[in-house]
């Protein structure tokens, strides 16, 4: 069965930081595009960042831009993300996700879900 599993997050002081793994049960996700959404108490799953399948080509949100990076390693099947200089927005669920197509920020283009890993950034 083919699923995703986060872990990583915990409890962090503003201007800390966290790396999250999202580790896949199959191979199949080696062939995809994959990324990370989060959702905030109260607010909408918003996009984070992305990877392609090969890593050559990364995308972020203009809100981690500079402090988060993406990054892949299809032989272990697993994906990171690597969170620098935290701040008390960024605390959210995070979820693991990949893609057959569609576009990389678009919530319900995305076709498997992780079941997410809480960060509290505490100020």
């Known amino acids: 069965q083919e699923q995703l599993d986060e872990s990583g997050g915990g409890l962090v002081q503003t201007g800390g930081s966290l790396r999250l793994s999202c580790a896949a049960s199959t191979r199949t996700f080696t062939s995809y595009p994959m990324g990370w959404f989060r959702q905030a108490p109260g607010k909408e799953r918003e996009f984070v960042a992305a990877?392609?399948?090969?890593?050559?080509?990364?995308y972020y949100a203009d809100s981690v831009k500079g402090r988060f990076t993406i990054s892949r390693d299809n032989a272990k099947n697993t994906l990171y993300l690597q969170m620098n200089s935290l701040k008390p927005e960024d605390t959210a669920v995070y979820y693991c996700t990949a893609r057959r197509s569609g576009s990389h920020y678009l919530v319900g283009d995305q076709d498997y879900w992780g079941q997410g890993t809480q960060v509290t950034v505490s100020s």
């Open positions: 990877i392609s399948q090969h890593g050559d080509s990364t």
